[in-house]
């Protein structure tokens, strides 16, 4: 009964933090637009749709990497990031059977999902070592 109590609010975690990421991404790249005179998304929904499952990759991707039983932390880092990042890609490459691709998608992708599994992934680290610390402390 204790474990499924535990995953059910690790699963209320993590959709939470999913929610928190997407919409504060979502408002940072209006913001964008706006400082840049752009009044509507040029891409409409179909944009909103692939930010949310390129997040749900990259996120799916960090949860995965905190949980490998691979060591040092960097080789679990970047065993989690290599097939995500390729999955973003094949999405990608996907969705310009859609629409037409811009010329700068695959690099777009690559920086955007690249520097937010970085940001998680220093984030995670941080939390881990203060946490290690508070356990030898006690």
């Known amino acids: 009964m204790r474990e499924q109590k535990m995953n059910k609010k690790k699963w ?7 929610a928190i990421i997407y919409t504060v991404i979502t ?3 209006s913001v964008l637009y706006l400082c ?5 998304d040029p891409s409409g929904n179909w944009h909103e749709l692939d930010r949310a499952i390129i997040l749900l990759i990259g996120f799916a991707a960090f ?3 905190t949980s490998l039983p691979v060591k040092p932390r960097l080789l679990r880092y970047v065993v989690a990031y290599v ?3 390729l999955l973003a890609f094949g999405y990608v490459w ?3 059977l859609r629409e037409e691709l811009a010329k700068s998608a695959y690099r777009d992708i690559w920086i955007n999902f ?3 599994f970085i940001i998680l992934c220093v984030v995670n680290t941080v939390v881990s070592l203060r946490r290690g610390k508070k356990n030898k402390v006690v």
């Open 12 to 18: 209320l975690n993590l959709a939470s933090m999913y």
């Open 27 to 29: 408002l940072l790249n």
């Open 36 to 40: 840049s005179g752009i009044y509507e």
């Open 63 to 65: 949860t995965m990497c």
């Open 83 to 85: 097939p995500s990042q």
């Open 94 to 96: 996907f969705s310009g």
């Open 114 to 116: 690249t520097g937010l």
